[in-house]
């Protein structure tokens, strides 16, 4: 594929409706998109600048290398408690300085079995993207509610509404990347 995107969930659960939905969005993507989940999130120290010196933590210089090598970003979260979840923040916090979320085309989802779609972390997730100048991409967010009512119990989508915005995110995301 011509454009690459690296994937993060906002999640560790082996069930994740968020982990899940980037693995449909994977298989929903335009021609000429992959869509490659990033496994590592969890393997990551809690951020302390102490560690940031020349010779980061190899978790560390991995989740920059393969963001920088990325064309875009798609971040799939939860909420808990009204904010992103710290692993996923944690993950964030180490790429402030470095900068690999500069100009960086994103796309962000949230879902949540409850009827706000977790959109108070969604938009904290926002700002935090805003504050390092990722690429706002114009139809590039999406908030999922009830999620638990639109993943079958094999872990496909069962809403087609909900498939259909996936589809126009990702589209979006794709002309975000090529431009
Ligand atoms: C939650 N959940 C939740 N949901 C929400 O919409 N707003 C919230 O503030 C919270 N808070 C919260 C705290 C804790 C400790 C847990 C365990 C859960 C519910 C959450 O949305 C639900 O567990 C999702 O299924 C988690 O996403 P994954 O793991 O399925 O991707």
């Not at 998109?33 to 010779?55: A, I, K, Q, R």
């Not at 009204?82 to 993950?91: E, F, H, I, Q, Y």
């Amino acid at each position: 594929p011509r454009i690459h995107v690296l994937a993060l969930s906002g999640s560790l659960r082996a069930a994740s409706a968020n982990t899940r939905l980037l693995k449909i969005a994977a298989e929903l993507a335009p021609a000429g998109m992959s869509v490659e989940l990033y496994e590592g999130l969890g393997d990551l120290p809690h951020f302390n600048p102490d560690l940031d010196g020349d010779d980061p933590p190899a978790a560390v210089r991995r989740f920059r290398e393969r963001l920088q090598a990325a064309d875009g970003v798609l971040v799939c979260t939860p909420e808990y408690a009204n904010g992103v979840p710290g692993m996923l923040k944690n993950a964030m916090d180490w790429v402030v300085s470095s900068g690999e979320f500069y100009e960086k085309p994103t796309c962000t989802i949230s879902a949540s079995p409850l009827a706000i779609g977790a959109r108070t972390a969604h938009d904290s997730l926002l700002l935090t993207l805003g504050m390092m100048t990722a690429k706002r991409v114009d139809g590039g967010s999406l908030t999922i509610p009830l999620v638990n009512k639109k993943l079958s119990a094999e872990g496909g989508l069962t809403d087609d509404a909900t498939e259909a915005e996936l589809r126009r995110l990702l589209e979006a995301l794709a002309a975000a990347c090529g431009s």
